[in-house]
């Protein structure tokens, strides 16, 4: 559809779009509707500032390929569209219920257990959920904070890098762990872990102890493949199952006032 004159969008224009959500955004005298889906450069997309270094070198090194042959500056384009699509960082609808919590990064849920938490994280002996995401190459990798509250804890541990999809990479490989008390609540903490995989070498972690912080902001980005553990609140039951596909900032992993709901499980088709 075109622009559309102040006043004339309606509720008709919002319905036709085939995706589960939407967005309208205000452009000068014009109203454009924008599927939330669409991820397209200048709709609803942008770079992560920690690409913007990877993706000027390519365009210099496109440029330098140009000058010796067309098929090498067809490379050097391919890498250079290649970083800006994985560092992108699409806009997300965060749900606004405190009482919900959010996935922390796009992927494929990998992994629902039942166990103790490790000691590092100071959240007690009693068994919570554990929800693993697994990050591909393709995935946005940016991170957002699963819930409101304020920071307890920001760990860093070096390790190896094994594939971030084996359930050992947990506790192996190179990770950053943040402890978040939920909605400042200091008996009710969670925690969530960034953890690199074999490719990813970085974890880009912006946050700091003692800091407030509120549900689907930006918290940072592992690079180039990685996994992501979240440590639900005691008694939180999961509302995914392994094989979903995770969306960072929009897909709910709990509702906290959820606490004799069975654990789901699910077929992939």
């Not at 454009?32 to 500032?49: E, K, L, T």
């Not at 939920?182 to 912006?206: K, L, P, T, Y």
């Not at 509120?214 to 995914?240: H, N, T, Y």
């Not at 900032?249 to 709901?261: I, K, T, Y």
């Amino acid at each position: 559809m075109g622009c559309l004159k102040a006043g004339e969008l309606n509720r008709r224009d919002l319905n036709s779009c085939p995706h589960e959500k939407w967005y309208a955004r205000i452009d000068g005298a014009c109203r454009i509707i924008v599927c939330q889906r669409m991820g397209f450069v200048g709709v609803n997309f942008s770079i992560h500032r920690e690409g913007f270094l990877f993706v000027g070198g390519a365009a210099v090194l496109t440029l330098i390929l140009a000058g010796f042959s067309a098929k090498l500056a067809l490379v050097g384009i391919v890498l250079t569209l290649f970083c800006a699509f994985f560092f992108r960082n699409p806009k997300r609808v965060v749900p606004s219920d405190e009482n919900l919590i959010v996935s922390p990064a796009d992927g494929t849920v990998c992994g629902v257990v039942l166990e103790t938490p490790p000691v590092e994280l100071g959240l007690g002996e009693e068994q919570r959920y554990k929800i693993s995401i697994f990050l591909s190459l393709f995935n946005v990798h940016v991170n957002r904070l699963p819930v409101s509250g304020k920071v307890r804890s920001v760990m860093y541990h070096p390790g190896s890098f094994v594939n971030a999809s084996l359930d050992k990479a947990s506790v192996l490989n190179e990770r950053n762990a943040i402890v978040v008390e939920v909605n400042g609540d200091s008996n009710n903490a969670m925690a969530f872990v960034q953890i690199a995989g074999m490719i990813g070498r970085r974890i880009i972690c912006e946050i700091h102890e003692g800091q407030d912080v509120s549900k689907g902001e930006i918290f940072g980005m592992i690079r180039f493949g990685s996994r992501c553990d979240v440590w639900l609140p005691v008694g939180a039951i999961p509302q995914v199952c392994n094989g979903q596909t995770m969306v960072a900032g929009e897909s709910v992993l709990a509702d906290m006032l959820v606490h004799a709901a069975a654990v789901r499980s699910g077929t992939v088709i």
